[in-house]
């Protein structure tokens, strides 16, 4: 069994409130050195093995129709 | 009089405005209405569909994410590409419609990553569509919002475009048609509460009018905009 692991994230500049939230209560529990706080989804995917590079370019493709949204979002996978 | 206009409810697992949806359309204007489960395909018998507000598929992934993909969607740009065919997405519907492209731009959290709940004001920016031939330029309606993820955004391109062409239905607004950044609620781009495409046959807006559909409930407004869309097929 392969497994994918995909992160997704938000693009820089778009605005993510829970990040934003998380940061301040850092800094009010004493950790006066965070500067930025992003909170993305992390997703583990199992698939039965295969061809690496056709793996690869299945989960490329799920993640750009629907784990990710392009439009704010970016995405990074790895495959073990 | 005439013939009754045919409204089409979709409704997905988590739904939950089908039944005012409905209710508003059949019960208040009196015309035909029933539900579509998101399995159908069956849809070129409606003149419109609306996609309801809720929290399909348990607002999973993102809103409207996984919705976007159920069968009735498949038949649906092929919808819209016909003639006198409209699509209405309040709320979970407009989150829907976004994540399928019919709609330019994408919902984030509210700015105060508040949910919610509560009567706003918008500005009818466009008056001269299906949607909204039935108010005058710049009337302000009060209409309920009730969402978590309505803080509309799309980059700047997009926003010339929709600015340019018209293509902005709603902007949030103080109670004397003002746009300011304090009634902008959730911190959508220039206020954005509902836009439409380029054909001006789909609309989406966060905002629910089938929850003004009464004024001892609070406000009636939002029979303007169904009212609209049903003079505008009639006369069509």
């Not at chain 1, 829970?18 to 993305?40: E, H, P, S």
């Not at chain 2, 089409?8 to 739904?15: H, I």
């Not at chain 2, 902007?171 to 054909?199: H, Q």
Request: charged fraction near 25%; proline fraction near 3%; hydrophobic fraction near 40%.
């Amino acid at each position: 069994m392969a497994k994918a692991k995909v992160y997704v994230t938000f693009k820089d500049g778009v605005l993510e409130p829970q990040g934003k939230t998380v940061n301040a209560a850092l800094l009010k529990m004493g950790y006066k050195n965070i500067k930025d706080v992003r909170i993305g989804k992390f997703i583990e995917i199992e698939i039965e093995n295969g061809d690496k590079k056709k793996i690869k370019k299945e989960i490329d493709e799920i993640c750009d129709r629907l784990l990710a949204n392009p439009n704010i979002e970016k995405y990074d996978f790895e495959i073990e | 009089m005439g013939k009754k206009i045919k409204f089409g409810v979709v409704v997905f697992p988590g739904s939950n405005c089908d039944a005012d949806c409905l209710w508003a359309v059949r019960d208040i204007l009196n015309q035909d209405a029933e539900f579509i489960w998101h399995e159908s395909k069956n849809i070129k018998k409606y003149d419109c569909l609306i996609f309801p507000g809720g929290f399909s598929y348990g607002d999973y992934l993102r809103s409207g994410a996984i919705a976007r993909f159920s069968k009735v969607m498949e038949s649906i740009n092929e919808f819209a590409n016909k003639k006198n065919k409209f699509i209405i997405g309040i709320c979970n519907g407009f989150q829907i419609l976004l994540e399928a492209g019919l709609l330019p731009g994408t919902m984030l959290h509210n700015k105060n990553l508040k949910f919610i709940c509560e009567y706003v004001n918008v500005i009818v920016e466009n008056n001269e569509t299906p949607f909204t031939n039935k108010c005058e330029k710049g009337q302000v309606l009060k209409i309920p919002v009730a969402h978590g993820e309505g803080n509309y955004f799309c980059d700047e391109r997009t926003l010339n475009t929709l600015i340019a062409t018209e293509k902005i239905a709603f902007r949030y607004c103080d109670i004397n048609g003002n746009i300011t950044d304090e009634a902008n609620i959730n911190g959508s781009v220039y206020n954005i509460a509902g836009i439409m495409n380029t054909k001006e046959n789909i609309l989406g807006m966060m905002p629910h009018p089938e929850r003004a559909m009464i004024k001892d409930l609070g406000s009636e407004d939002g029979k303007l905009i169904w009212e609209s869309l049903i003079n505008y097929i009639k006369k069509s």
